[in-house]
Nanobody
């Protein structure tokens, strides 16, 4: 019922910036909650940022990353500044959406690779 398409990943130098996008499509009335996760080789999946009634960030990204949305486009974003090599990972968006029929649906993006070089 809902699909998420991620984009914006790539290769950047340490200290650089990227903005990840996650566009939702389907029978969507509005986005309820949103979150970004990441997983690097040899590491557990990490919740990077989430937004519902409040916005929360992992300690490792506080002050550098910003989660946001454009409700008109049903798109969520993760602005990543001052990137560090340890930020390199596959990033996944996760969204709870309110459907036109009143139901809730959870969807995951396909993942986008972020690589940070020194």
């Amino acid at each position: 019922q809902v699909q998420l398409v991620e984009s914006g990943g790539g290769l950047v130098q340490a200290g650089g910036s990227l903005r990840l996008s996650c566009a939702a499509s389907g029978s969507i009335f509005r986005i309820n909650t949103m979150a970004w996760y990441r997983q690097a080789p040899g590491k557990q999946r990490e919740l990077v940022a989430s937004s519902g009634t409040s916005i929360n960030y992992a300690d490792s990204v506080k002050g550098r990353f910003t989660i946001s949305r454009d409700n008109a486009k049903n798109t969520v974003y993760l602005q990543m500044n001052s990137l560090k090599p340890e930020d390199a990972a596959v990033y996944y968006c996760n969204v709870d959406v309110r459907l036109w029929n009143g139901g809730l649906f959870n969807a995951w993006g396909q993942g986008t690779q972020v690589t940070v070089s020194s």
